[in-house]
């Protein structure tokens, strides 16, 4: 088992930033990809970004490409997303997941954190 804790969430106005953190406890975190996902009111879950186990491979979603950056220290156990410019329709509860591949699909993880808040005001 893999417990994941978010945070670092909050209320931002647009074009500011935020850093989100997810904290890992139990089995080996540097065994795992890090991805970061959220979900936006009445929305499905979407990919947001991952971070390989080996931290040298990261894949972004296209509406976040250029103002996010996934990162990951291994001798802390905790995954970071850094948000810039952030726009209103930023707006959602994000959600870290460990799973066993660099996916796209929430399927594809196993362990998820309880998510946290990010609402960014026009």
């Known amino acids: 088992q893999v417990q994941l804790v978010d945070s670092g969430g909050g209320l931002v106005q647009a074009g500011g930033s935020l850093k989100l953190s997810c904290a890992a406890s139990?089995?080996?975190?540097?065994?795992?990809?890090m991805g970061w996902f959220r979900q936006a009111p009445g929305k499905e879950r979407e990919f947001v970004a991952v971070l390989s186990s080996s931290g040298r491979f990261t894949t972004y979603a296209d509406s976040v490409k250029g103002r996010f950056t996934i990162s990951r220290d291994n001798a802390r156990n905790t995954v970071y997303l850094q948000m810039n410019s952030l726009k209103p329709e930023d707006t959602a509860v994000y959600y870290c997941?460990?799973?066993?591949?660099?996916?796209?699909?929430?399927?594809?993880?196993?362990?998820w954190g309880q998510g946290t808040q990010v609402t960014v005001s026009s």
């Open positions: 139990g089995r080996t975190f540097s065994n795992y990809a």
């Open positions: 997941a460990a799973g066993t591949h660099t996916g796209r699909r929430a399927y594809e993880y196993d362990y």
